[in-house]
């Protein structure tokens, strides 16, 4: 998927900031560090939770959706009404996002048919 390059990425992330969305706490990195490809996933440190949760493409040729992959958490997280309340405006933002990603994913894809 070319527009999965670290490059791309961190373009339409900082398109998606220009829109006002706070993409501070967003962060492109390296799909496989190890490989020598230029594929990546966004990153996605909330504030709210210690928790880190992913944004990546649907891998299905021709797919367009993205999704967020929250990582497994070892012990409980108790939040206070405030916490939650701020945790569900950062997944707000992070829904945003996928519906952000999913569209410049289909424009992509439509100008390079």
Known sequence: MPYRT????????????????DAAILRVLP?????????GLI???????STTFF?????????TA?????????DAAPLAGARVMALSGELAMLAALCAFLQARS???????R
């Open 106 to 112: 289909e424009a992509f894809l439509a100008a390079h």
């Open 31 to 39: 799909q496989d560090p190890e490989g020598d490809g230029d594929s």
């Open 55 to 63: 944004v990546a493409p649907d891998e299905t040729p021709g797919a």
């Open 6 to 21: 670290i490059s791309t990425l961190q373009s339409w992330i900082d398109d998606f900031a220009d829109l006002g969305f």
């Open 66 to 74: 993205w999704a967020v992959t929250f990582e497994p958490r070892e």
């Open 43 to 49: 990153a996605a440190k909330l504030r709210s939770v």
